[in-house]
């Protein structure tokens, strides 16, 4: 048990951001929008274990061994899978701490069928159109 440990997951073709549409997600890296994260959060010690796949099973996978353990949140931006995937949601309904669901971009100013969200509704909150600090802000909500 580490309760000042978050894991962040991250769902498919978001290995790709930097290159990825940047109009619509900005022109940092996934890496890069890592060490802007670490950087933020040194005075609030925190541990967080990053971790992407483009695979929904892989995905499923980490949520199941999620939840063995206690982290203090886990955030997870699921990318398209967000619109499409039933598993990841039956996988974050095994989730027994708050889990916190990403976007970096405002989907409710995009294309129709994103505005269905079924790992949404398996998640404390949700966030969006936040851009790089998404996920800084996402841990920023369990330190108050
Ligand atoms: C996204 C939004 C999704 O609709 C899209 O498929 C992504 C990224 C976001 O971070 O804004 O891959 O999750």
Do not use: C
């Amino acid at each position: 048990m580490n309760s000042n440990k978050f894991l962040i997951i991250n769902g498919p073709n978001l290995n790709m951001l930097g290159t990825r549409e940047p109009e619509t997600y900005g022109s940092l890296t996934l890496d890069q929008i890592k060490e802007f994260t670490e950087k933020s959060l040194i005075s609030d010690q925190v541990i967080l274990e990053w971790y992407q796949s483009n695979i929904e099973g892989e995905i499923v996978t980490k949520i199941q061994e999620a939840s063995k353990h206690s982290y203090k949140a886990l955030i997870i931006n699921p990318g398209a899978y967000s619109h499409t995937s039933v598993a990841i949601y039956d996988a974050l309904q095994m989730i027994k701490y708050p889990v916190i669901e990403v976007h970096l971009s405002n989907t409710y100013r995009r294309e129709e069928f994103r505005q269905v969200k079924l790992t949404a509704k398996a998640s404390t909150i949700i966030m969006e159109g936040l851009g790089k600090i998404a996920y800084l802000t996402a841990v920023k909500t369990q330190l108050f």
